[in-house]
T-cell receptor, first 113, second 115 residues
Framework: NAGVTQTPKFRILKIGQSMTLQCTQD?????MYWYRQDPGMGLKLIYY???????DKGEVPNGYNVSRSTTEDFPLRLELAAPSQTSVYFC????????????FGPGTRLTVL | QQQVKQSPQSLIVQKGGISIINCAYE??????FPWYQQFPGKGPALLIA?????SEKKEGRFTISFNKSAKQFSLHIMDSQPGDSATYFC??????????????FGTGTQLKVEL
């Protein structure tokens, strides 16, 4: 199993550009999450999904959108990039509500200039 | 509102020593208390976790101590090794309204184990 994979690893965007961060898991997990990690801070939840076709907002959803058309994929969309979105983005997945362990991908480092 | 306070921010320990990291939380709805370990350039990985029905859990050199009444839990690393040098996060968890699991991360502790 590859676990949770994320692409790209690094990206530089100009203000106002759009991009999609890709996330795929091959563990047949129902739950998937997107976090952002700012320097010296803990991770903050952006969006999450409890299954295909079901998504919900986390703590910091503004400026982002998600979709979940399959169990495996959970892309994160930035429509109009802003410098405040400069961060490291992590995707994670977990099996169920009662099996709590979240497995994290390697992250995408995004810089908006 | 800072729901989770983690201390210290950084820690230097000699090889073979004991590393202790603390986490205080406010939300009494949390029902899952994990510690995550993160190496530079990697995503966090679960190290050890405890449920609120027990006060201590040990896995190898790693121990969680949990004090429900004080709303605190701590990570103890015995016989600390240079390979333990990483950032550690407490991330108490509760139920998301949509049914998922919400982890509320602390700000992290950078541990360095010196030879």
């Amino acid at each position: 199993n590859a676990g949770v994979t994320q692409t790209p690893k690094f990206r530089i965007l100009k203000i106002g550009q759009s991009m999609t961060l890709q996330c795929t898991q091959d563990m047949n997990h129902n739950y998937m999450y997107w976090y952002r990690q700012d320097p010296g801070m803990g991770l903050k939840l952006i969006y999450y999904s409890v299954g295909a076709g079901i998504t919900d907002k986390g703590e910091v959803p503004n400026g982002y959108n998600v979709s979940r058309s399959t169990t495996e994929d959970f892309p994160l969309r930035l429509e109009l990039a802003a410098p405040s979105q400069t961060s490291v983005y992590f995707c994670a997945s977990s099996y169920s509500r009662t099996v709590n362990e979240q497995f994290f991908g390697p992250g995408t480092r995004l810089t908006v200039l | 509102q800072q729901q989770v306070k983690q201390s210290p921010q950084s820690l230097i320990v000699q090889k073979g020593g004991i590393s202790i990291i603390n986490c205080a939380y406010e939300n009494t709805a949390f029902d899952y208390f994990p510690w995550y370990q993160q190496f530079p350039g990697k995503g966090p990985a679960l190290l050890i976790a405890i449920r609120p029905d027990v006060s201590e859990k040990k896995e190898g050199r790693f121990t969680i101590s949990f004090n429900k009444s004080a709303k605190q839990f701590s990570l103890h690393i015995m016989d600390s090794q240079p390979g333990d040098s990483a950032t550690y996060f407490c991330a108490p968890g509760g139920i998301l309204t949509g049914g998922g699991n919400k982890l509320t991360f602390g700000t992290g502790t950078q541990l360095k184990v010196e030879l």
